[in-house]
Every structure is written in structure tokens, then in C-alpha cells.
């Protein structure tokens, strides 16, 4: 199982901080969240960034071994 922890817009579009769901890759992630969530959550997403076990992720075929933490990140604004 993987630990999803949302931050910022992504929470609010997700209506939660965090889940457990389960998911092989980033890209089965993805589309398990927005499957459960909604439009406004895939629209977030676009502009978001993952962490996998703190490591910055791009690719979607990125493994995702089971007990990981992945975080999702929006841009965030500020000085």
C-alpha cells in the first residue's frame, strides 16, 4: 500500500491530506487519484510535483514499492 499525502491545492482538490491506496507506478497513482477525485484533481495535478520517498519523480513508470510515501506538490507561491 502507498501512503498519497496532498498538499495545498491538491489537498483542497482532493478533499483530504492524506490516503492509502495501492498503485505500482506514479502513472497508476495518478489515475487511481484522479479516478476517485475528480476533474479538478487531474486539473491540479498538471501543475503539480511528486516526491517518492523525498526523491523528486517525473517519469511515470517510476516504481512504487509497497509502504513508499509519495507527496504532491503544487507550485507554491511566495519569497
Given at each position: 500500500m502507498i501512503t498519497v499525502r496532498y498538499f495545498a491545492a491538491a489537498a483542497e482538490a482532493a478533499g483530504r491530506d492524506t490516503e492509502v491506496l495501492d498503485a505500482t507506478t506514479?502513472?497508476?497513482l495518478r489515475d487511481d487519484v484522479v479516478g476517485r477525485h475528480g476533474a479538478e484533481l487531474e486539473r491540479v495535478l498538471r501543475?503539480?510535483?511528486f516526491l517518492v520517498?523525498?526523491?523528486r519523480a517525473e517519469d511515470g513508470g517510476t516504481p512504487?514499492?509497497?509502504g513508499v510515501t509519495v507527496d504532491v506538490l503544487p507550485p507554491f507561491a511566495g519569497g
Open positions: 506514479l502513472a497508476a501543475r503539480c510535483s520517498a523525498g526523491a512504487l514499492p509497497d
